[in-house]
């Protein structure tokens, strides 16, 4: 893997296919007017979630499809309890599913609960508590997601995006972005969404370069170099925050040869234990892995302009809106994402 970087690193990128699976990328966003507080919020949101990835669909913190929970209190009254009285909370809740940017609802599901505790804000997250989010209709409702939100996307391919043209052209970019980035790898638009990802920010290398190198320093952070460098290949020399990406680059390269000679020291370590013949087998592959990866490295350099506008790098491009994405919805005031 360590050599696999290197050759990232010497070419400004690696080769790396994008990956089509069948996930579905969903999320939940509550209203703003919410009557929940935060810590009953949460435990709603962690319970969907709960479920949502039992059937087996992607969650991230933020996507254009959410589940949205409407929460409406439809009873609620005062118990005496002896010292303290008792409050009582009857919610009517309908998840609705939705695409957030262009406000179109997929499929709803209704429930009610009641709850109660010495104060309103207890009986609210009782009644939370006391649900079933693994009943059957609930999880019906759950396990037919995956299908509707395909056949959506399947269905409005082409009107989503028209969509995010028409508000790219209005300079609404995140906006645009927002409503692409989390389009299924799996379905056959898929090609078509990403190439106009990649046009968005073609039109906007000055605007999005920001984002580029802090996804990139993001990853350098975890020490994932590869993704890293992965993303600083999609920073052209135009863009400018090309002399940016060069001086990170510098650094993952310092931080990679730093690495390297530790490995040295554990490996003069282990040639002093009872592991040296298995070292020195393990040495001799990783040179012959060495030399064959020298051949390629030097096709990848000579080739590089080829390499670079091939689709292997979309994965990274698909990311980089993904990152885009979540700074829109963290400004925009009509769903929470963040709490």
């Not at 209203?31 to 009953?40: S, T, W």
């Not at 435990?43 to 087996?56: A, Y």
């Not at 580029?212 to 920073?235: C, G, H, N």
């Amino acid at each position: 893997m360590k050599k696999k970087i290197l050759l990232v690193l010497s070419a400004l990128f690696s080769i790396c296919m994008v990956c089509y699976s069948e996930d579905v990328y969903l999320s939940v966003a509550m209203p703003q007017n919410c009557p929940l507080d935060n810590n009953a919020k949460t435990l709603l949101k962690n319970k969907i979630l709960d479920v949502v990835t039992t059937q087996g669909m992607t969650t991230i913190e933020c996507s254009a499809i959410a589940i949205i929970p409407e929460i409406v209190v439809s009873d609620e009254k005062t118990v005496e309890g002896g010292m303290r009285n008792i409050n009582v909370q009857q919610l009517d809740v309908t998840l609705m599913v939705c695409n957030v940017v262009t406000n179109s609802v997929l499929k709803t599901f209704n429930f009610t609960s009641s709850g109660e505790g010495y104060s309103i804000s207890e009986a609210k997250k009782s009644a939370i508590k006391k649900f079933n989010f693994k009943s059957s209709d609930c999880v019906a409702f759950i396990s037919s997601l995956k299908t509707v939100i395909a056949d959506y996307y399947q269905k409005y391919t082409s009107t989503i995006i028209s969509k995010a043209q028409t508000l790219a052209s209005q300079n609404q970019f995140d906006e645009a972005l927002a409503l692409l980035a989390t389009y299924p790898e799996n379905l056959d638009g898929y090609t078509q969404v990403s190439e106009v990802i990649k046009s968005i920010f073609d039109q906007n290398k000055t605007l999005y370069c920001s984002q580029l190198i802090q996804s990139a320093r993001q990853s350098f952070s975890l020490r994932d170099f590869e993704k890293a460098a992965e993303t600083l290949a999609l920073v052209d020399d135009q863009y400018s925050c090309a002399s940016d990406a060069k001086k990170l680059l510098s650094e993952i390269k310092q931080e990679m040869d730093k690495q390297h000679q530790e490995d040295i020291v554990r490996e003069k370590a282990l040639m002093e234990s009872s592991e040296r013949i298995e070292l020195q087998r393990i040495t001799a592959e990783r040179e012959k892995v060495q030399s064959d990866e020298r051949l390629q490295s030097q096709r990848i350099a000579a080739d590089r302009d080829r390499i670079k506008s091939d689709e292997r790098l979309q994965s990274q491009l698909i990311d980089a809106a993904r990152d885009v994405s979540k700074e829109y919805f963290k400004k925009q005031n009509i769903y929470s994402f963040f709490w």
